[in-house]
């Protein structure tokens, strides 16, 4: 099978590969389309993804982890899919190969870990096999992997307490920070502020729910803020854009016992606070997602309407242009690029 391999940091190819080899409790799927993710996967092709995050894993290895396939063939003990199901996250795990999720690959698998669970207990859960979930006829399958971006905000968002009462505050307008001002806008927030250095990306941001924005290139943001929220500060800010000097500055525009949730991957980098003319009380931490459980609530949003992938797709390319397409997903007009590999 054909797979996108990053050989080492800043190389990618096209090469064929063993397809991958199923057990009695996984399900091999053939992938049919999967999403440039802004953020992990072209941290990952850079060298500036921690590498610990994938149990340790050296390239070179296979790409991906926005992926949708069907299932083709079933192990003996699996209930949880069928033949014919669409599903999303398959992982390509080839030997000799590192599995970077792994869903730019023609085929990959999916595993019943509940079904594991019953005859195998001790074995450990594999972060990635809860968010290997079916999904329903009425989602298109090369249209569905734009939702799992939407379901790690919309969770996040409600992990860390927002409510419709709420001011949201989102840095970034790149394709992370326009869901989670979309997903804002879902969870009922009433006063969304949407800040990046783009005209025509802070456009798209009122497209896609935001109630103010903020040009930081010429605007001062604190000034703003405290001008959109009568001098009280923000409820919540969403840290979309990875850049840990902000913090500090972010931390002040905040209203008592408010919150500043990093989302955008910084390298892991140290940075420190400085806590003059801080609130006197606030929560600073990373995001924690839990895109299983918005699983549905997601795929209920598409079926009523409410959310449309579409309208988060750039363009649709092949797994051939893959590496041009990474070439592009900083481009003023890149919402998100879908592969579509089978």
């Known amino acids: 099978m054909k797979a996108l391999i990053v050989t080492k940091p800043g190389e990618t190819r096209v090469e064929n590969v063993p397809e991958p080899q199923i057990n009695e409790y996984q399900a091999l799927v053939r992938v049919k389309a999967a999403s440039i993710c802004n953020s992990t996967d072209t941290q990952i092709l850079t060298g500036r993804f921690p590498m610990d995050w994938l149990d340790g894993q050296q390239y070179p290895g296979i790409l991906g982890h926005e992926g949708v396939g069907e299932v083709v063939k079933v192990g003996g003990k699996v209930t949880a899919f069928k033949e014919g199901d669409h599903v999303y996250r398959p992982r390509a795990e080839i030997e000799g190969l590192g599995c970077f999720f792994g869903s730019f690959a023609e085929f990959g698998v999916v595993t019943d870990y509940q079904a594991l669970l019953k005859d195998h207990p001790e074995t450990p859960v594999h972060f990635n096999w809860p968010m290997q979930q079916v999904i329903p006829e009425w989602v298109d399958p090369y249209e569905a992997p734009i939702l799992i971006n939407l379901k790690e905000c919309y969770s996040a968002l409600r992990n860390i307490g927002v409510?419709?009462?709420?001011?949201?505050?989102?840095?970034?307008?790149?394709?992370?920070?326009?869901?989670?001002t979309h997903m804002a806008k879902l969870h009922g927030v009433q006063n969304v502020i949407a800040a990046g250095r783009r005209?025509?990306?802070?456009?798209?941001?009122?497209?896609?729910?935001?109630?103010?924005?903020?040009?930081?290139?010429?605007?001062?943001?604190?000034?703003?803020?405290?001008?959109?929220?009568?001098?009280?500060?923000?409820?919540?800010?969403?840290?979309?854009?990875?850049?840990?000097?902000?913090?500090?500055?972010?931390?002040?525009?905040?209203?008592?016992?408010?919150?500043?949730?990093?989302?955008?991957?910084?390298?892991?980098?140290?940075?420190?606070?400085?806590?003059?003319?801080?609130?006197?009380?606030?929560?600073?931490?990373?995001?924690?997602?839990?895109?299983?459980?918005?699983?549905?609530?997601m795929m209920d949003f598409v079926r009523l309407g409410i959310v449309r992938p579409v309208d988060y797709i750039t363009d649709v390319v092949s797994l051939e242009e893959a590496s041009e397409a990474f070439g592009r997903v900083k481009d003023t007009d890149v919402i998100k690029i879908v592969l579509r590999i089978q």
């Open 163 to 180: 409510r419709w009462e709420s001011s949201v505050l989102v840095m970034g307008t790149g394709g992370v920070g326009l869901g989670f």
């Open 199 to 297: 005209d025509e990306r802070l456009d798209l941001a009122r497209k896609f729910g935001a109630d103010h924005t903020v040009n930081t290139t010429r605007e001062n943001l604190g000034e703003r803020v405290r001008e959109i929220t009568g001098g009280k500060g923000v409820d919540f800010i969403i840290e979309a854009t990875g850049d840990a000097s902000l913090y500090t500055d972010l931390c002040r525009m905040l209203a008592f016992d408010g919150k500043l949730g990093v989302y955008g991957i910084n390298n892991l980098q140290e940075f420190s606070l400085s806590m003059r003319h801080m609130p006197a009380s606030f929560w600073f931490g990373c995001l924690a997602p839990d895109e299983p459980a918005a699983h549905k609530s």
